[in-house]
């Protein structure tokens, strides 16, 4: 196959340079490159530069056709070819007055992995079992795309960052979450994976959006002009969305995993808007409603009380969006380092969530109890979830971290008890109770789970106005 390939890309060279009377060069956006990842089943766009009107020829050794096209007078060309079932190792040529030729190319599942710190850090900064698992980390079939940091003004066409195959050497500088999740993907799916991290510690989700949506909201607008700057990264609206995710788009992904949210909790109740128009934004520029999934950020000493909790409840909030899934840390966090060293259980639970509503693998639980709905009952307010069917447990001698209140809005610690599938709040104080609190501070690391071991979120049953203090 590859010698065909080669004979005929020589063939075709030949011909060029006999009939070309100018000299020009095609190239491609970093993004396509050897060793990396194509979504497997779909029609991709494969796109580059070249000099006006400079005929292009595409061709995929998984099927031989030569795909031809023109380059426009802004010396921009594309061709969408269809790729096949998960497989490889292919390559690919590209031919203009020049010949590329791009090996060692798998077809299999692409995810986007993007956020701050969390997102970014990798094994090498430190995590738990780092050194076995930067010693495991032979997988041939995983590819890893890293991002460099850059940040711009206006819609940048390229970026920098190269294909690498997983080893022990590229793993303990790529994403950790990352990995842990394209690896649970690999050994359930048994298909290539390509992970693309692009992210940065401090950003605001801000800097990760198209600043056309900020400045056409004049809530977003005010939000983005309280962030003031910082030395280690941007912080204007659509910084690293210009040089960091324009220049991908439409390269075909699976979906997105995001990891974000510690730097928003300067305006946490604005979040539950701005995080939703991140993800439309997103997947209207692609032009696919592809899966979201996300991890609440984790209990820690944030300055002002309720911030935190603010961010967590806008991040739940934002699970009504369609092809959305959320994990929770509050079992996994560490309330003195916002940088929590669990990173592999992060990692595994979003590739739970991707396994079983994005690839409809049976048997997989995914999310742990989220509420859903309130009931009172003489004294007590009996509450229901979502995601325990099978029921609730606690991990130690009793349930912790409920609140509940009468019309005085006046919460005080409640007994808890679980009932099935559903929890009993009441207080001795409290004879008609009309709203429930759970985990509500930046802190908290409650013990209510499902049967199955994941853990409840963070909620309230009341929508009153919380200040920041």
């Known amino acids: 196959m590859r010698g065909y390939l080669r004979y005929l890309c020589l063939c075709l060279a030949s011909f060029n340079v006999i009939t070309s009377p100018a000299t020009a060069k095609v190239t491609l956006p970093a993004i396509f490159n050897h060793h990396m990842v194509l979504q497997q089943n779909s029609e991709i766009v494969l796109w580059g530069w070249a000099k006006p009107l400079e005929e292009v020829t595409v061709i995929a050794s998984w099927n031989r056709q030569a795909l031809q096209t023109k380059a426009d007078n802004h010396a921009n060309w594309r061709v969408q070819l269809n790729t096949p079932p998960a ?48 010693q495991d980390a032979n997988y041939p079939d995983i590819r890893f795309f890293q991002v460099t940091h850059k940040s711009a003004d206006v819609r940048q066409l390229d970026l920098d960052g190269q294909w690498t195959i997983c080893t022990p050497q590229t793993m303990k500088d790529f994403s950790a979450v990352g990995y842990f999740f394209g690896r649970e993907l690999f050994e359930s799916l048994n298909v290539p994976i390509g992970l693309i991290n692009s992210s940065w510690g401090g950003t605001p989700a801000e800097a990760w959006l198209n600043p056309a949506v900020v400045s056409t909201n004049e ?20 910084s690293a969305y210009h040089a960091m995710i324009a220049p991908l788009i439409p390269y075909q992904i699976a979906g997105v995993i995001w990891y974000q949210g510690e730097t928003n909790t300067l305006n946490p109740a604005e979040y539950r808007r701005l995080f939703p128009a991140l993800m439309e934004s997103w997947r209207k520029e692609w032009g696919k409603d592809f899966p979201f999934y996300y991890v609440q950020i984790a209990p820690y000493k944030y300055g002002r009380s309720n911030e935190g909790v603010l961010l967590r409840e806008s991040q739940l909030m934002s699970m009504s969006v369609p092809n959305t899934g959320m994990v929770v ?29 994005a690839y409809g693998k049976e048997g997989i639980t995914f999310s742990g109890p989220v509420y859903r709905e309130m009931k009172t009952e003489g004294e007590k307010i009996r509450l229901f979830f979502d995601f325990a069917e099978h029921g609730l447990q606690r991990k130690g001698e009793k349930l912790t971290h409920f609140q509940i209140a009468e019309k005085d809005r006046k919460f005080v610690d409640a007994e808890a008890e679980i009932d099935g599938n559903t929890v009993v709040a009441y207080a001795s104080a409290v004879k008609n109770p009309v ?35």
């Open 219 to 238: 809530e977003f607008a005010g939000s983005a002009a309280k962030f003031t700057d910082v030395p280690w990264c941007p912080v204007e609206s659509g």
């Open 435 to 469: 709203a429930v609190r759970f985990a509500w501070s930046n802190t908290a690391e409650p013990n209510l789970f499902n049967t199955e071991g994941l853990p409840a979120s963070c909620f309230r049953t009341d929508d009153w106005a919380i200040k920041l203090e």
């Open 87 to 134: 497989g490889g190792p292919y390559s690919l040529i590209i031919m203009g007055h020049n010949t590329i030729i791009l090996e060692d190319v798998l077809v299999g599942e692409v995810w986007l992995c993007s956020g701050q710190s969390n997102m970014e850090w990798p094994a090498g900064a430190g995590i738990d079992n780092a050194a076995q698992e930067i």
């Open 329 to 357: 840390t509050s079992d996994i966090g560490n309330i003195d380092d916002i940088h929590p060293r669990n990173k592999h259980d992060v990692g595994e639970r979003l590739a739970n969530w991707a396994l079983a509503r």
